[in-house]
């Protein structure tokens, strides 16, 4: 798996439920190898499509490009090439081009480029620093469309049109509009992802606008039901999603929006919540409080 082309890589990640694995720290705070394999290989046991190491859910913001690195390693090596492994690239344009080279080198099998670190830039600037990451690697990239990295469907195009191997487009932004714009004008260009936070409440309305997989978060914690959800919204069973939706989802929602960054804090806890192992998340982040971890913990005895 570790040769997968550009080519290859979107279709393979858009057969199937996509993850983010939380990434496992020690008491200090440091990354904690042993934890995160054990996670990575329990994930692959799974049918997923595919595993982001290092991505929002996995924190890759408050690590070292030495650490994203290892965490990219450890996540090949355990999957041995049972799923794919995507990698993410974040912060300046200097510092994504070495990870997606670091990557490449760790065996990943593509790139997802997240949204460069705190500066402002207009379209002409978001063109440039995607095309120089693609530019560093043979290996399909992802184009994490949010914050200040949010584009329209010139841009995309402008992207697509300068970067053969850019070959997906998540969305971490939710605009029905400029959705079905970019896939009016790329059409299967591009595969889709969808990439809002606890993506299950998106998914069912953005399999209209050509998204055809999404990236789960609660999968790190509750695969089965995760997987359940997945295999609704693709056979667009209404009834069965939105019961999903009252039984689990919405309710998690509301312990998520409670503080900002709980969106990765709840997953964490998650993982505690059914007696599998877990670590604090890194400052800024904040962990749920007892109270919050306890309400968690029997919303999720309901679903298992």
Request: aromatic letters at 8%; glycine letters at 8%; one cysteine or more.
């Amino acid at each position: 798996m570790s040769s997968m082309s550009a080519a290859e890589l979107g279709p393979a990640l858009s057969r199937g439920l996509l993850s983010f694995p939380v990434t496992h720290f020690d008491d200090d705070l440091a990354f904690d190898e042993a934890a995160y394999r054990e996670h990575i290989g329990w994930l692959a046991e799974y049918d997923v499509a595919g595993l982001f190491a290092a991505g929002g859910t996995g924190e890759g913001f408050s690590l070292t490009s030495a650490e994203l690195d290892r965490v990219v390693r450890a996540a090949v090596a355990e999957t041995a090439g049972r799923v794919p492994v995507i990698a993410s690239a974040t912060a300046g344009t200097a510092t994504a081009v070495e990870q997606a080279r670091a990557a490449e080198s760790a065996g990943a099998q593509g790139i997802l480029l997240l949204p460069p670190y705190l500066i402002e830039s207009g379209p002409d600037g978001l063109v440039e620093h995607v095309a120089a990451v693609c530019a560093a690697t043979s290996l399909g990239v992802i184009f994490y469309s949010r914050a200040n990295a949010a584009c329209d469907d010139v841009t995309v195009a402008r992207m697509a049109d300068r970067c053969p191997n850019l070959v997906g487009f998540k969305d971490g932004v939710g605009n029905i509009e400029t959705m079905t714009r970019i896939y009016a004008r790329l059409g299967d260009r591009l595969t889709y992802i969808g990439g809002l936070p606890t993506a299950e409440t998106f998914a069912l309305p953005y399999t209209e606008m050509g998204v055809t997989t999404y990236s789960s978060a609660i999968f790190n914690f509750v695969p089965e039901f995760a997987l359940e959800f997945y295999r609704a919204v693709r056979g667009r069973d209404r009834d069965a999603v939105y019961r999903l939706l009252r039984a689990f989802v919405l309710p998690y929602l509301e312990i998520r929006d409670r503080r900002p960054g709980y969106a990765v804090s709840i997953v964490k806890a998650g993982l505690r919540a059914v007696g599998r192992p877990s670590s604090r998340v890194r400052p800024p982040l904040t962990d749920l409080t007892g109270s919050e971890l306890a309400e968690l913990t029997a919303l999720v005895k309901t679903i298992v």
